[in-house]
């Protein structure tokens, strides 16, 4: 009597179907809290949106109750960030952005909104008028801010070119030279102690740089060379120079050391000195770089206010001639407003603003230069001319 054996194929198939229903029924669940946590995600979000809006709102009515949806928002976001983290992160690194954005956006908007007025008065002479035309024969630069209700801003343009052009002649050629000596010259050991040094200068607040200039630099050139006057364009270009001094080394030397090591060796190979393949090599392959660290520079030279506001006379004018740097005329677009701002009012307050408005375009005129020359740096490292 034979005994009947199962089917050898009946049992891979059953358990192929268990192993398919146990799969679809992972996956069922799997989508199941998919979609309950995108429906918390998707609240949270929405939570988080309007309390941030309401918040605002109530902000820029002045409302008492302004603190309720600030509360909702940092509960909103706290259980947000005990179930949904993912989530959590994501929006606020997105509201971080959009208030970024939005914080510089009003900020310019309120600018050009409280520049209307001067403009309105003055129109392009704001930025061009050089003598006063409500004055009899008056001398060039005479009564343009605030004689006969003139406003013009062409006296402190000329104060913040001269001291930014100052500042760029002492930054530029000692900053460079320095980046190379720290990036190629100086042994490791100087190197670490160097460099740190470097950029603990730019710690220091700018009050102490313009308090130095006030006892020390102003003092020297009124007593040793007879300055008309204590405070100069020359010596405050020369300290703001100084001050600029950190920005042009440390992102100059960030541009030299991304020069690839390669082509460096390449010069050494052909029997280049380190000095030649330095000069003919590095620098220019970081070119770009480099003149990326000057223009910063020159943007925090051109914004500097609390130096030149206690080294300058803030006596507005034009310079006879233009380029005396030791007269006694000494004021910028910064240092006006800085100086004048608490008392301002009317027409007066506005062209304050329109000063600020001026300045920020000029820096954001360099930042823009700045950037594009680190993408052209960029650029030529990688290969991509």
Same mark, same amino acid.
């Given at each position: ?10 049992? $891979? ?31 949270? *979000?929405?939570?988080? #949106? ?6 605002? =709102?109530? #902000?820029?009515?002045? @409302? ?52 209307? $007025?001067?403009?309105? =008065? ?9 003598? %006063?035309?409500?004055? *009899? ?5 005479? &009564?343009?801010?605030?004689? %006969?209700?003139?406003?013009? =801003?062409? $006296?402190?343009? =000329?104060?913040?070119?001269? +001291? +930014? ?15 190379? !000596? ?23 607040? @700018?009050?102490?740089? &313009? ?6 630099? %102003? ?5 040793? !060379? /007879? ?26 030397? *960030? ?15 052909? &029997? ?11 620098? $220019? ?5 480099? @003149? ?10 051109? /914004? ?18 233009? !380029? *005396? ?13 800085? #100086?004048?701002?608490? %008392?301002? @009012? ?6 304050? #603003? ?32």
């Amino acid at each position: 009597m034979t005994q009947r054996l199962p089917q050898t194929r009946e049992v $891979p198939r059953r358990l192929r179907a268990a192993v398919r229903r146990r799969v679809e029924r992972t996956k069922q669940r799997a989508r199941d809290y998919r979609s309950r946590t995108e429906d918390g995600a998707i609240a949270m *979000d929405g939570l988080v #949106f309007a309390s941030v809006i309401v918040t605002f =709102l109530s #902000f820029l009515a002045g @409302s008492r109750w302004t603190v309720i949806p600030v509360v909702v928002f940092l509960a909103s976001m706290g259980v947000g960030w005990y179930r949904y983290q993912a989530e959590a992160a994501k929006i606020t690194t997105l509201l971080t952005t959009v208030i970024t954005v939005s914080i510089l956006t009003l900020i310019v908007a309120f600018l050009v909104i409280e520049s209307v $007025p001067a403009v309105r =008065l003055m129109g392009l002479d704001l930025l061009t008028q050089i003598r %006063n035309p409500t004055m *009899d024969d008056p001398a060039l630069g005479q &009564g343009l801010w605030g004689r %006969n209700d003139v406003w013009s =801003l062409t $006296p402190m343009m =000329l104060g913040t070119a001269v +001291t +930014t052009l100052i500042a760029t002649l002492i930054a530029a050629p000692i900053g460079i030279a320095g980046a190379v !000596f720290v990036s190629e010259i100086a042994p490791r050991r100087v190197r670490e102690v160097v460099k740190p040094g470097i950029e603990l200068m730019a710690g220091i607040p @700018s009050i102490t740089y &313009g308090f130095i200039g006030l006892t020390i630099v %102003n003092q020297y050139f009124y007593l040793e !060379f /007879g300055t008309p006057t204590i405070g100069t364009y020359f010596a405050a270009g020369l300290m703001i120079g100084i001050m600029a001094l950190p920005t042009v080394v440390t992102v100059a030397e *960030d541009a030299l050391n991304a020069v690839p090591e390669s082509i460096k060796s390449g010069a050494l190979a052909i &029997g280049s000195t380190r000095w030649q393949t330095t000069k003919s090599v590095t620098i $220019p392959a970081g070119l770009s770089g480099v @003149s990326a660290g000057v223009l910063l520079g020159i943007g925090r030279a051109m /914004g500097e206010t609390m130096a030149a506001t206690v080294m300058l006379t803030h006596t507005k004018g034009f310079p006879s001639p233009v !380029f *005396d740097v030791f007269s006694n005329y000494g004021e910028t677009l910064t240092t006006v407003i800085a #100086f004048e701002g608490g %008392n301002a @009012s009317g027409v007066h307050m506005s062209a304050l #603003f329109a000063a600020g408005v001026v300045l920020f375009v000029m820096v954001m005129l360099l930042s823009v230069a700045s950037q594009y020359v680190e993408w052209r740096m960029y650029q030529k490292l990688g290969g991509e001319q």
